[in-house]
Each structure stands twice: as C-alpha cells, then as structure tokens.
Nanobody, 126 residues
Framework: QVQLVESGGGLVQAGGSLRLSCAAS????????MGWFRQAPGKEREFVAA????????YYADSVKGRFTISRDNAKKMGYLQMNSLKPEDTAVYCC???????????????????WGQGTQVTVSS
C-alpha cells in the first residue's frame, strides 16, 4: 500500500495550463501502476490518464489526448499530470491512484486501483 497526496490544483483561465503532482509514501513506488481520475460536480468519476511502472507506456482518455501528459519520477516517488489548453469542461476534482496488482497496466477502470489520494480541485474559467 502507498499513501498518495495530490497538489497543484487551482483556478485557471481557459487555454491555460496547470501541473498536478502526486506524492507517494510508504512502500517503494516503482512497481506501482499509476493513474489520474477526475470527478466533476454531479458526474461520475472518470479516467484521465495512466502510466506503467517504468513510465514507458502512457494511456489517455480521448477527451484529454494531445492536451494532457502523464509522467512519473520513481526516485522521487512522484507522479505528475501536465494539463495544457485547459477547457471549462476540465473542471473537476483530480485524484491520483495506484495499484501493484499483476496484469493491470493502463487501466481506465477505477476498480483496478487500490490506493487513492484525496484529490485536488481544478477550476477552469471561461
């Protein structure tokens, strides 16, 4: 199990950028697959992006492909989500998640992740 804490959210105008961070503590982070999910008011939580343990493979929801970039630094036990060209519809609470289950790589299913952060609010104004 790892403990996850997000940071970097805030208020930004449409077209702007934000970089979210996810700090992991506890066990060694490098074996964990990692993902970012978001939940807007009144909506279900949805997949945003995922990354393999070594960082070589990344996966994105169609809605953010080409605008968002997921990355990680295992030595620092950190994950990141760089968000560019933000739109008002990107407004949500963003959470990072992790799992060390075998065979789960790049999953967009929240049930495949065991450890979750509390989330950070991202608000994009028009």
């Amino acid at each position: 199990q790892v403990q996850l804490v997000e940071s970097g959210g805030g208020l930004v105008q449409a077209g702007g950028s934000l970089r979210l961070s996810c700090a992991a503590s506890g066990r060694t982070f490098s074996p964990y697959k990692m993902g970012w999910f978001r939940q807007a008011p009144g909506k279900e939580r949805e997949f945003v992006a995922a990354i393999s343990p070594g960082g070589a493979y990344t996966y994105y929801a169609d809605s953010v492909k080409g605008r968002f970039t997921i990355s990680r630094d295992n030595a620092k036990k950190m994950g990141y989500l760089q968000m560019n060209s933000l739109k008002p519809e990107d407004t949500a609470v963003y959470c990072c998640a992790a799992t060390n289950r075998v065979g789960v790589v790049g999953s967009g299913n929240e049930r495949d992740y065991d450890d979750w952060g509390q989330g950070t609010q991202v608000t994009v104004s028009s």
